[in-house]
């Protein structure tokens, strides 16, 4: 209909559009039973895509000031800095965060001194609350989440107690703790996954598989498993060790293999093709370790002979890997933690198959031949230490930040100039004997900062710029400006990307904000403004700088902040559509107008605490065609003392300022929605449930269920309904 109304003003004049578009806002929307309005959104739920979270960090027995980075995911694939800060030596520190509620996990690095960062997984739960001592965590740089074996006082359907057993499809048999069985027969018997679980002694002589058997083996942190043999036959089975698994032999094999306890192999461990090892515990290897398809360490891997990594395989290594024999690298290699050889090492993958990260440390004995690309970390640096000497060969390159300490007698290949020679500090971890003597950059400004790690060296007052959602990431805000009546609900009348970065001092209290708004898409006719809302005093705030006023909808009082308000409001512009005009990038992808970029920034009159100042992105809202007092805030947040109350609960807004209950209608839908990573948007007049297959779901769950309906995910989006570039 909208576009019916722009066409019609194009032969009409400007008059006509304005009594066209007044037309539209009091016609009601069009919902054929499949659209929003069908929608059985809870009472209490106010579209939120995020949550808060608190993460305490303490330091009790470091000795020195730790530099924190909190991310939102692994930070060597890809996550992104949201929140930076500093615990003191032996203090603590409270880290408040806003996060996507599809994130599972978040990373903490922690660096101390001159040392690379250490990085610990988060696991996300339901309480928010987290607590990392960072001097007594574990010092491995990256942990493994290992399984733990159930029991055998529970879920057995069979006690084993002879030579001879026969577990059926569905069955689980144990061996209790204390027993011991010797010379042991097992058959595995049947269609559907049959449980061998071990508490007590087994020495195995034979395994069979009859049918389309998929055996498990479960070795409990009390029992032992000894074998000559253990072929099982299938790609699907599974041997799990908590306890003590004994190789008497080589040990090939195409199943899942998970070493959680110690792990004895008389011979070599040979992952074949189908094959996954997975060791976070000890792993003795007698003979050679062959690797043909993925092999994963967490723990400490201890290899007799050498080491082949083959074909297109991949080794991942997060702890400790001592080879005594040579090392044979002509796969993928993604390497963590540590690495010593005894023999030779070989470097002959394909250019993007070797990789080396922050604080990682091969440290090799003999000689080492590069015959491809080391990619070094961008970051921290990573570290080789050559007893004998270095070939660089023609295929070789040696990439970004690695410290190369050794003697170079050939060099015909290529070497960034980042590339160091025996300077670089390697911190001492449990998995890692550490190299080097560790540095310092000095602390120009005296923050406890130190200069390398203070995004502002030469100001005390500042030190950590914190950008939400994330360093490089922009979140979407999109608007619908019909209210108080429903619009067509597409969420494009007004969508912006946005960024906000809260400079912190060193005891992590906020003392500028920058704004960064992008002007994505303008849906509608009305010329509408833009406002944050801070939950402090306008008399916190010392100075505001970039607001756009164009119009004179507003007035400012002297710091920048608009007059009349009790909470601080900052207005970035009266006119979003100033640089756009109207109708612009929600019909025709091929005409798309360039973006709008607004920055305003404010800096507070004393430092504001976090407890003060709440989460990003506050309180953002928009005021409709000039109309100051017409504002559409997110679902469940409050006006400001500008507002125009007297809207409230006429035509569909069920706003209750007694109960708490904000710019929701009388079937709890909002006009308002703020994502946490910027999205593509419906296209004009494309309502979001069917833009966004899963954001129905989500909504009638109250949040509860396809937390990341917004994803570029399979199901999540249909294309044909969003406007994206060409």
Not at 204 to 210: A, G, I, S, T, Y
Not at 307 to 330: D, R, V
Not at 338 to 347: L, P, R, S
């Given at each position: 209909?909208?576009?019916?109304?722009?066409?019609?003003?194009?032969?009409?004049?400007?008059?006509?559009?304005?009594?066209?578009?007044?037309?539209?806002?009091?016609?009601?929307?069009?919902?054929?039973?499949?659209?929003?309005?069908?929608?059985?959104?809870?009472?209490n739920f106010n579209f939120q895509t995020t949550r808060d979270i608190n993460v305490k960090i303490k330091s009790d027995v470091v000795?020195?000031?730790?530099?924190?980075?909190?991310?939102?995911?692994?930070p060597n694939e890809g996550g992104a800095v949201m929140q930076r800060g500093l615990v003191r030596a032996q203090g603590e520190q409270s880290f408040d965060l806003n996060i996507g509620r599809h994130l599972d996990e978040i990373w903490v690095g922690s660096k101390t001194g001159g040392s690379p960062f250490v990085y610990t997984r988060l696991n996300l739960n339901?309480?928010?609350?987290?607590?990392?001592?960072?001097?007594?965590?574990?010092?491995?740089?990256?942990?493994?989440?290992?399984?733990?074996?159930?029991?055998?006082?529970?879920?057995?359907?069979?006690?084993?107690?002879?030579?001879?057993?026969?577990?059926?499809?569905?069955?689980?048999?144990?061996?209790?703790?204390?027993?011991?069985?010797?010379?042991?027969?097992?058959?595995?018997?049947?269609?559907?996954?049959?449980?061998?679980?071990?508490?007590?002694?087994?020495?195995?002589?034979?395994?069979?598989?009859?049918?389309?058997?998929?055996?498990?083996?479960?070795?409990?942190?009390?029992?032992?498993?000894?074998?000559?043999?253990?072929?099982?036959?299938?790609?699907?089975?599974?041997?799990?060790?908590?306890?003590?698994?004994?190789?008497?032999?080589?040990?090939?094999?195409?199943?899942?293999?998970?070493?959680?306890?110690?792990?004895?192999?008389?011979?070599?461990f040979n992952v074949n093709s189908n094959g996954i090892g997975v060791n976070?515990?000890?792993?003795?290897?007698?003979?050679?370790?062959?690797?043909?398809?993925?092999?994963?360490?967490?723990?400490?891997?201890?290899?007799?002979?050498?080491?082949?990594?083959?074909?297109?395989?991949?080794?991942?290594?997060?702890?400790?890997?001592?080879?005594?024999?040579?090392?044979?690298?002509?796969?993928?290699?993604?390497?963590?933690?540590?690495?010593?050889?005894?023999?030779?090492?070989?470097?002959?993958?394909?250019?993007?198959?070797?990789?080396l990260y922050s604080g990682s440390f091969i440290d090799i004995s003999g000689s080492l031949h590069v015959n491809t690309t080391i990619h070094g970390p961008t970051g921290d640096y990573a570290r080789i230490d050559v007893a004998d000497y270095i070939r660089v060969n023609g295929s070789g390159a040696v990439r970004n930040n690695i410290d190369l300490c050794g003697y170079i007698d050939h060099m015909n290949g290529s070497m960034d100039p980042t590339v160091v020679e025996c300077e670089a500090y390697i911190e001492v971890t449990a998995c890692n004997p550490g190299a080097g003597s560790p540095g310092g950059s000095g602390d120009s400004d005296g923050d406890g900062v130190p200069d390398d790690e203070d995004d502002y060296p030469d100001d005390p007052d500042r030190a950590f710029d914190n950008l939400y959602p994330a360093e490089g990431v922009?979140?979407?805000?999109?608007?619908?400006?019909?209210?108080?009546?429903?619009?067509?609900?597409?969420?494009?009348?007004?969508?912006?990307?946005?960024?906000?970065?809260?400079?912190?001092?060193?005891?992590?209290?906020?003392?500028?904000?920058?704004?960064?708004?992008?002007?994505?898409?303008?849906?509608?006719?009305?010329?509408?403004?833009?406002?944050?809302?801070?939950?402090?005093?306008?008399?916190a705030v010392a100075s505001v700088d970039g607001s756009r006023l164009p119009n004179g909808d507003v007035t400012l009082s002297g710091n920048g902040t608009e007059a009349g308000q009790t909470n601080a409001v900052i207005i970035i512009t009266e006119d979003a559509s100033e640089n756009m005009g109207l109708y612009v990038n929600t019909v025709n992808p091929n005409n798309h107008t360039q973006e709008d970029t607004i920055k305003v920034s404010l800096t507070f009159t004393n430092p504001v605490t976090r407890a003060e100042l709440g989460t990003a992105p506050y309180n953002p809202f928009i005021w409709v065609d000039g109309d100051r007092g017409r504002e559409v805030h997110l679902p469940g947040m409050p006006p400001t003392s500008l507002a125009d109350t007297a809207m409230f609960g006429t035509a569909d807004d069920n706003t209750s300022m007694s109960a708490n209950r904000f710019y929701k209608s009388n079937n709890n839908l909002n006009w308002a929605i703020n994502v946490p990573v910027s999205i593509p948007y419906p296209l004009e007049e494309v309502d979001m449930t069917l833009a966004y297959p899963n954001f129905r779901d989500w909504a009638e769950s109250g949040g509860s269920t396809n937390t990341g309906w917004y994803l570029d995910e399979p199901g999540n989006r249909v294309n044909s309904k969003l406007y994206l570039l060409p």
């Open positions: 209909m909208r576009n019916l109304i722009l066409s019609i003003a194009l032969f009409l004049g400007a008059a006509i559009i304005f009594a066209g578009c007044d037309a539209q806002k009091t016609s009601g929307p069009s919902d054929t039973g499949d659209g929003f309005l069908s929608m059985n959104v809870p009472d000795e020195e000031n730790s530099i924190i980075n909190i991310y939102n995911g692994n339901s309480s928010g609350s987290y607590s990392l001592n960072i001097g007594q965590e574990t010092a491995a740089i990256f942990n493994s989440s290992p399984s733990t074996v159930e029991g055998c006082n529970a879920g057995c359907d069979t006690i084993l107690s002879g030579n001879n057993a026969t577990i059926s499809a569905g069955e689980t048999a144990c061996v209790p703790e204390g027993e011991n069985l010797n010379n042991v027969n097992i058959t595995f018997q049947g269609n559907g996954e049959s449980t061998l679980r071990i508490c007590g002694n087994v020495s195995l002589q034979n395994v069979n598989r009859n049918g389309n058997n998929t055996p498990v083996i479960e070795i409990n942190e009390t029992g032992s498993l000894t074998a000559q043999n253990l072929n099982l036959n299938s790609t699907d089975a599974r041997v799990i060790n908590d306890g003590t698994f004994n190789m008497n032999n080589n040990f090939a094999f195409n199943f899942n293999f998970e070493n959680n306890g110690t792990a004895n192999i008389s011979g070599s976070n515990g000890t792993l003795n290897v007698g003979g050679d370790l062959n690797n043909n398809n993925e092999f994963e360490n967490y723990g400490s891997t201890i290899v007799a002979g050498n080491l082949q990594n083959n074909g297109n395989s991949t080794i991942k290594n997060y702890c400790s890997l001592i080879i005594s024999g040579h090392l044979q690298q002509g796969a993928e290699l993604h390497q963590y933690g540590y690495i010593e050889v005894t023999g030779n090492t070989h470097f002959n993958s394909n250019p993007n198959s070797l990789y922009f979140g979407t805000l999109a608007f619908e400006d019909l209210w108080p009546s429903y619009g067509d609900y597409d969420m494009n009348d007004l969508v912006l990307d946005y960024n906000i970065n809260e400079v912190t001092n060193a005891d992590g209290e906020i003392v500028d904000i920058h704004f960064t708004f992008v002007v994505r898409a303008i849906g509608a006719m009305y010329r509408n403004g833009l406002g944050v809302e801070l939950p402090v005093p306008p008399s």
